[in-house]
């Protein structure tokens, strides 16, 4: 009898979800390192082609490695349908184009990853869509901008790398007000901590490159959405413009779902830990994390989310100088721009991942000189606690 995968429990879709066995009945899933497929005769190429038999036909368009954690990441998501993408910003992409076209209105929060920002102020505007940023936090600019009609709302809640929540139940409502779709992008939160979907948004995207690989090894990208949307906006525009997921990769992100629950629940209790153990520090003027008492928006994200993540942002009172002479006394916790790794990674992104956008908007976006963002590994609290100590207080 076939289990119906509906009926399983998150961690339970999470290991089984998707699992199609070959003739050989392995135990963990195949890996389909494959471009092409070969037919048994050229009637069965020719139906393959006008869609009267169902058989792979290349690897662009869909493989059985890829169809595995499309199904895994659908069930996980509690989405109709999922394509993925060799990178988050393919799938963001994706997401986009598909169905944007000239004469377009987006708004988007401010507060978006630097590529996702680039997408929205610089390349939409080339082909004739306009853009509107707006603080996410601040429901009154939302109404504001979605008082005139939109096509398309892409919001990241929290944000990368203020922690900045955005109200998903009330932006939805305001954005199909406005005849546009919602589309999340749930990296931060991954689809364990939040479910961007039955708050009301209507695609959600994933960078799988972080907490779903979770061990620094592969790119990837997913979007998930409805099977209409799916089948007839994004999947002509992935199959034609070739953003296509490597197989080896598909596989080791589905390796990586089936230990996602343990690793973001353990990287949860680390980040909490440390932004306690950080809030008391004399030279750390100021804590973000979602679910502290303190984070100005504290009861959305208890509301909305069912756990803070796993990074902690913090501003040192000393500014650039404090800052960089931290990262650098640094032992353990390495230096790098990545996050949602098993190692704990901190990042400056005023000199980094945030350099780009400009002294104007890093202001506006509360990213100061003395920021650091600390992505929180599955290493002992207990070290990465010695390890900031010893930072702080100057070696
Ligand atoms: C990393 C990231 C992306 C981009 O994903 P890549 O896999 O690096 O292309 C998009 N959005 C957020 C929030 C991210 O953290």
Same mark, same amino acid.
């Given at each position: 009898m076939t289990l119906d995968p509906t009926r399983l429990r998150p961690a339970t879709r999470l290991i089984h979800g998707g699992t199609v066995r070959s003739e050989?009945?392995?135990?963990s899933e195949a890996l389909f390192l494959t471009s092409g497929y070969v037919y048994d005769s050229a009637e069965q190429a020719e139906g393959t082609f006008n869609g009267t038999v169902e058989h792979y036909q290349y690897s662009r368009f869909a493989n059985p490695t890829i169809g595995m954690l499309e199904s895994r990441l659908a069930l996980i998501e509690g989405a109709e349908a999922c394509r993925t993408t060799a990178t988050g910003m393919a799938a963001v992409n994706a997401a986009l184009l598909a169905q944007l076209k000239a004469g377009d209105r987006v708004v988007a929060s401010r507060a978006l990853f630097g590529s996702c920002h680039w997408i929205v102020s610089t390349l939409l505007p080339r082909y004739g869509i306009t853009s509107e940023f707006v603080d996410g936090a601040d429901l009154g600019q939302w109404q504001a901008a979605l008082s005139r009609p939109a096509q398309l709302v892409l919001l990241e809640?929290?944000?990368?790398?203020?922690?900045e929540l955005v109200d998903l139940r009330a932006v939805a409502d305001l954005a199909h007000a406005a005849g546009a779709i919602v589309v999340v992008d749930n990296v931060f939160a991954t689809p364990l901590l939040q479910q961007p979907l039955e708050l009301g948004a209507d695609v959600v995207v994933y960078s799988?490159?972080?907490?779903?690989?979770? $061990?620094? #090894?592969v790119l990837g990208g997913a979007v998930l959405g409805r099977k209409k949307w799916v089948d007839e906006v994004l999947q002509p525009f992935i199959r034609n413009t070739g953003p296509a997921l490597s197989p080896f990769n598909a596989w080791v992100l589905l390796k990586g779902l089936e230990t996602l629950p343990l690793r973001v629940a353990a990287g949860c209790r680390g980040a909490e830990a440390i932004a306690e153990f950080l809030a008391g520090?004399? $030279?750390? #003027?100021r804590v973000w994390y979602p679910?502290?008492?303190?984070?100005?928006q504290h009861a959305l994200a208890t509301a909305q989310m069912s756990g803070g993540g796993t990074v902690v942002t913090f501003e040192l009172a000393g500014g650039k100088d404090a800052a960089f002479a931290a990262m650098n006394r640094f032992r353990l916790i390495a230096v790098s721009?990545?996050?949602?790794?098993s190692k704990s990674l901190a990042t400056?992104?005023?000199?980094?991942?945030?350099?780009?956008?400009g002294a104007d908007e890093r202001a506006r976006l509360g990213i100061t000189d003395g920021v650091i963002r600390l992505s929180v590994g599955l290493e002992d609290p207990e070290d990465l606690r010695d390890d900031l100590a010893q930072a702080l207080a100057g070696g």
């Open positions: 050989f009945g392995e135990t809640t929290p944000s990368n790398p203020m922690l799988c490159t972080k907490h779903i690989d979770g $061990q620094g #090894r520090q004399p $030279q750390v #003027r679910t502290r008492a303190d984070h100005p721009n990545n996050l949602g790794d400056h992104p005023a000199t980094t991942t945030h350099m780009r956008i």
